[in-house]
């Protein structure tokens, strides 16, 4: 079965550049590829969340049988993108990303939140790459190119967007909903996915494929679609 129309979802703390390589994987292959940039919601007035999902649902007009694919600190906010597109919705894929309450308000954990204020200054988030030893970074970005490309779009958050909570819609993980585990950091939520019983898959990347091996990461993105339209058929 064809996959439709691809909207890929950046996490908040990075930018549309760590989409860049896939959606032109994606492109050559002659998939239609929306990727919107979210990093005025650094503006945007509280709940923060709102103009997130606004933007990627507004890059969305048009478009039919779309597959939204949501990358790290993003999946908290899939389940809204999905309801918002309703029937135009084909599925929605998690990538190494957070797998938010199956109900309720989904809040900030404890542990990310301690993080996140080590990492603030006059109330807005340092740039994600400076939160990591300089050992990490070049890990998951081995090119001092890629470290740049990175680098280049990444917005200084405000804390405050991690203060609101987000509201889960009611049943929405027995929507298409699949899960692309990258990185050991993400086998908790892939857990969880495999648990309500989506199509799953763990890739051996990194948290940042999606930039690094995108062909392999496509390919994977491309499986769970067909596979949750079967289940779907």
């Known amino acids: ?32 590829v929306v990727v919107p940039d979210l990093t005025g919601i650094a503006h945007s007035p509280r709940p923060r969340w709102r103009a997130l999902v606004d933007e990627a649902v507004g890059a969305a007009a048009g478009l039919d049988r779309i597959t939204v694919v949501g990358h790290s600190g993003a999946g908290a906010l899939l389940p809204i993108v999905g309801e918002r597109l309703g029937r135009r919705l084909g599925a929605l894929i998690f990538v190494d990303a957070v797998h ?12 990310l939140a ?8 006059d109330g807005r988030l340092a740039p994600w ?14 090119s001092e190119a890629d470290r740049a490309a990175i680098a280049d779009d990444l917005p200084r958050l405000p804390r405050d967007f991690y203060d609101d909570a ?36 763990m890739l051996e990347s990194s948290h940042l494929g999606i930039f690094t091996e995108p ?19």
């Open 166 to 201: 987000v509201p889960m819609p009611v049943g929405w993980t027995d929507g298409p909903c699949a899960y692309l585990q990258l990185s050991g950091a993400y086998a908790d939520d892939r857990e969880r996915a495999r648990r309500l019983g989506w199509p799953s898959i």
């Open 114 to 121: 301690a993080l996140l204020d080590a990492q603030t200054t």
């Open 100 to 111: 938010p309450v199956p109900e309720g308000l989904h809040e900030t954990g404890i542990e």
């Open 215 to 233: 062909a392999p990461v496509l390919q994977a993105v491309l499986a769970l679609a067909d596979e949750v339209r079967r289940r779907s058929s």
């Open 129 to 142: 790459l400076d939160w990591w030893p300089v050992e990490v970074v070049e890990s998951l970005l081995p």
């Open 1 to 32: 079965m064809a996959v439709g129309p691809l909207l890929l979802v950046h996490s908040p703390l990075v930018g549309p550049s760590s989409w860049s390589r896939l959606a032109a994987v994606a492109a050559d292959s002659g998939l239609e």
